[in-house]
């Protein structure tokens, strides 16, 4: 599975930016789809996150009531609006899949896009 994370950019506090993700598999295929975080120094945190298989959809607490993940199947794209964004919300943004269970179970990360929220 590949993924290439795009939408990154520079936006003032209380802006907003749609990040976007193209996937090379169908996202049905996967099992879980979503977003991650990092600054430098730091572990890299999830943001938000689709369980395909079960249908749930979850938010960190950072996240929540500002940001919106979706997906587009036709266009096996994955997608993170954000909006209202702080200076805390600056990091790299990477797009992530799960694909498969138990022993099979696989992990994939896109390159990443900075996003960078000035004050």
């Known amino acids: 599975v590949q993924l290439q994370a795009s939408g990154g950019g520079l936006v003032q506090s209380g802006g907003s930016l749609r990040l976007s993700c193209a996937v090379s598999r169908a996202t049905l295929d996967l099992t879980a789809i979503g977003w991650f975080r990092q600054v430098p120094g730091k572990e890299r945190e999830k943001v938000s996150c689709?369980?395909?298989?079960?249908?749930?959809?979850s938010y960190a607490d950072s996240a929540k009531g500002r940001f919106t993940i979706s997906t587009d199947n036709a266009k096996n794209g994955v997608y993170l609006q954000m909006n209202d964004l702080r200076p805390s919300d600056t990091a790299v943004y990477y797009c992530?899949?799960?694909?498969?269970?138990?022993?099979?179970?696989?992990?994939?990360w896109g390159q990443g896009t900075q996003v960078t929220v000035s004050s």
């Open positions: 689709i369980n395909t298989y079960e249908g749930t959809t």
């Open positions: 992530h899949a799960d694909r498969g269970f138990g022993r099979a179970a696989r992990s994939y």
